[in-house]
């Protein structure tokens, strides 16, 4: 069955204090991997995808990067604007994407 | 730039009540989902729409679940006799078709709480 893990569960950063955040996975399949960042009330918002191993992305202070096994989220210098919930999501053969429980990122100035 | 809205953003219910929820996709978005998201936890996925067509409903839409997109426009989910079990956000997405993998254009979301 399709699995997604996320770690840490909650995160606690000092204004410009880089992290990781990241996303295990097991699916039959891949066909993408999936960043959202939730603000709290609000439905998730796109952030990124990545196809395949080896592949990079990155916005801003952001910059997501894949593995066969797993999945990281690197937080630069943060601000406390990125304090969200950052979800993370799995698409297989079935078109639906698999969600993580996310990780609570707050970013303390 | 009209998103995804949904209708109402909250609803409190008591329990054994009949409560629905709508969502408005962006225009000319032919595939609409419906999620469900409890306190703490990722969004879970209900069951997904390409135009009028309902494609998959998951193992979590019990009986007293039902989604309908009459006209391949909005969509509504309804839930009869509601259980407090039920309460959670429920959240709506819709996507063009032909995108890449499953870019999804999240609402706001109902957050449901039964009583």
């Known amino acids: 069955e399709d699995q997604v893990t996320q770690s840490p569960e909650a995160l606690r950063l000092q204004e410009g204090e880089s992290s990781s955040l990241n996303c295990s996975y097991t699916?039959?399949?891949?066909?993408?991997l999936f960043w959202y960042r939730q603000d709290p009330g609000k439905g998730p918002e796109f952030l990124f995808t990545?196809?395949?191993a080896g592949e990079e992305k990155e916005k801003e202070r952001l910059k997501a990067t894949l593995t066969k096994k797993e999945s990281f989220l690197h937080i630069t210098a943060p601000k406390p604007e990125d304090s969200a919930t950052y979800l993370c999501?799995?698409?297989?053969?079935?078109?639906?994407?698999?969600f993580g429980t996310g990780t609570r990122l707050q970013v303390f100035p | 730039d009209t998103g995804v809205s949904q209708d109402p953003r909250h609803k409190i219910t008591k329990r054994g009540q009949n409560v629905t929820f709508r969502c408005d996709p962006i225009?000319?978005?032919?595939?609409l989902y419906w999620y469900r998201q409890t306190l703490g936890q990722g969004p879970e996925f209900l069951t997904y729409?390409?135009?009028?067509?309902?494609?998959?409903k998951s193992r979590l839409l019990s009986d007293r679940f039902s989604a309908e997109r009459p006209k391949g426009s909005f969509s509504t989910l309804e839930i009869q006799r509601t259980e407090q079990g039920d309460s959670a956000m429920y959240l709506c997405?819709?996507?063009?078709?032909?995108?890449?993998?499953?870019?999804?254009?999240f609402g706001s979301g109902t957050q449901l709480s039964v009583l």
């Open positions: 999501a799995v698409q297989g053969g079935a078109d639906k994407l698999i």
């Open positions: 997405a819709s996507r063009p078709r032909g995108t890449e993998p499953e870019k999804l254009f």
């Open positions: 699916v039959s399949g891949l066909r993408g």
């Open positions: 729409f390409q135009n009028e067509a309902q494609l998959e």
């Open positions: 990545l196809y395949s």
């Open positions: 225009s000319e978005h032919n595939r």
